[in-house]
């Protein structure tokens, strides 16, 4: 199995094995889910804001909204999304949206296990997070692409085959969002997210500042991504300094990288993804014993939530107003985008720079998607401030007085290491990814 299938595992949320191009939305007997692009179009924002709303269900019945956007209304094609207002001021406080990566991870694991008011304990309970990013800031949880998560559609051709087609999709979502919450529509606006989220997240920022939509963006932050395979390769020699891995095992690394980069020059994406995944997971993973590459402290994994278990729950279903639509971490879209994983979104990212704030953040402990890995071709990104960040001094970054990681920062770009973190950053280090996030999004320096 290809390595984004590592990302479901992890928290138990493993894909459904689709034979099928669409999903069988009569598999339970449930209320269809709340659609809400008709309500919007007749008009009728506040009766689609209130069938939104989410009650019963978190702990003080913290204020959200969840439903259904459509994206495509000839394919019935509908992103899932859950909204959380900001704690402090809805109305002038920025509004950021959340996505995870996969291709083809729910949104949903970041809300539930990272960056939301609640987290899943392992038990399937919530638990307030009292580092929660819509602390000072209107969050928005969407399941993207269409097929990830509760996201869907009903014609098995429309699923999105390339990025281009994923921020196109993403564009309309968010037209109709700020449709629907008209009043947000002019706060700060900033995109976030993690890991294959380094490929959507500069899509759809190139796609807006290129005119398809008369909406502004203020920034992007992107943790432990996976924005330029081809010089993110660097495993090698990584795992050798770890003392994962002994002289044999670092040969055959180096030979399967540079074969990868080979496949890469050639235009074989999909060769180059499935060498990649072999490389890791099978030189590596099976002579150091490893299973998970998202924390090199957990060879197999830290116990997680049951989050699929979580969100099929009657009760969560229905508060959440997804109705018959099955929640899936889709290996139906990381197969679509299979071709996709191993190509390049390096020149958008570098037209973005020079356009708005970019935060590219790693945690410290990642072994699929490294700082290590990353922070040459960091270097090497072609924008206006290119020279004066090389030469920039990397700064120590506090929180309180704990060494919370290390930060070079010019002009719009910012290179952050984030100490005793996996890829998951605000998982594993909450209180400092939260210092890390308020400073984005406020434009606060480290100094």
Not at 166 to 189: H, I, Q, T
Request: a positive charge; aromatic letters at 14%; hydrophobic letters at 40%.
């Amino acid at each position: 199995m290809f390595w984004i299938t590592f990302f479901a595992s992890c928290f138990l949320v493993n894909g459904l094995n689709h034979n099928y191009g669409i999903r069988n939305f009569f598999a339970v007997e449930e209320e269809p889910p709340l659609i809400l692009s008709p309500l919007i179009s007749e008009g009728k924002i506040k009766e689609a804001q209130n069938k939104a709303a989410v009650t019963n269900l978190m702990p003080d019945d913290v204020k959200s909204f969840s439903g259904f956007l459509t994206v495509d209304s000839t394919c019935q094609s509908n992103m899932f999304f859950w909204f959380f207002p900001s704690q402090n001021n809805a109305s002038s406080d920025p509004v950021v949206v959340w996505l995870n990566g996969g291709p083809g991870s729910s949104s949903m694991l970041g809300l539930l296990t990272e960056n939301g008011p609640y987290r899943l304990t392992v038990d399937g309970n919530l638990t307030k997070n009292k580092y929660s990013w819509n602390r000072n800031s209107s969050v928005i949880y969407v399941d993207n692409p269409v097929g990830a998560g509760f996201s869907f559609t009903k014609n098995s051709t429309c699923y999105s085959k390339n990025e281009v087609q994923v921020a196109d999709n993403f564009l309309k979502f968010l037209k109709e969002f700020f449709r629907l919450f008209p009043l947000l529509k002019n706060n700060k606006f900033f995109l976030t997210g993690e890991s294959y989220a380094g490929k959507y997240i500069p899509a759809i920022a190139f796609a807006l500042f290129n005119g398809k939509t008369d909406l502004h963006l203020d920034g992007i932050s992107i943790g432990n991504g996976l924005i330029d395979p081809i010089n993110q390769l660097h495993y090698a020699e990584h795992f050798y300094q770890l003392g994962l891995t002994e002289d044999k095992i670092k040969f055959e690394m180096e030979k399967a990288e540079n074969e990868i980069k080979e496949l890469i020059k050639a235009g074989n994406y999909s060769g180059a993804a499935t060498k990649r995944t072999e490389m890791i997971n099978v030189i590596f993973g099976k002579n150091a014993g490893y299973t998970n590459f998202y924390n090199y402290l957990f060879a197999h994994g830290a116990p997680k939530g049951n989050v699929r278990k979580f969100l099929n729950k009657k009760h969560v279903r229905t508060a959440i107003h997804v109705g018959n639509v099955p929640f899936a971490n889709s290996t139906l879209v990381s197969t679509i985008l299979y071709n996709e994983i191993m190509e390049s979104v390096r020149p958008w990212l570098e037209f973005v720079i020079d356009k708005c704030r970019v935060w590219l953040y790693y945690g410290q402990m990642d072994l699929r998607d490294s700082y290590v890995a990353s922070r040459d071709f960091i270097s090497d990104l072609k924008w206006s401030g290119t020279k004066n960040f090389k030469k920039a001094k990397r700064q120590i970054w506090k929180v309180e007085q704990d060494v919370a990681g290390y930060v070079r920062s010019y002009g719009n770009l910012t290179e952050i290491m984030v100490r005793n973190a996996g890829h998951f950053v605000p998982m594993d280090q909450p209180k400092w990814a939260l210092d890390m996030f308020n400073r984005f999004i406020f434009n606060v320096t480290f100094s």
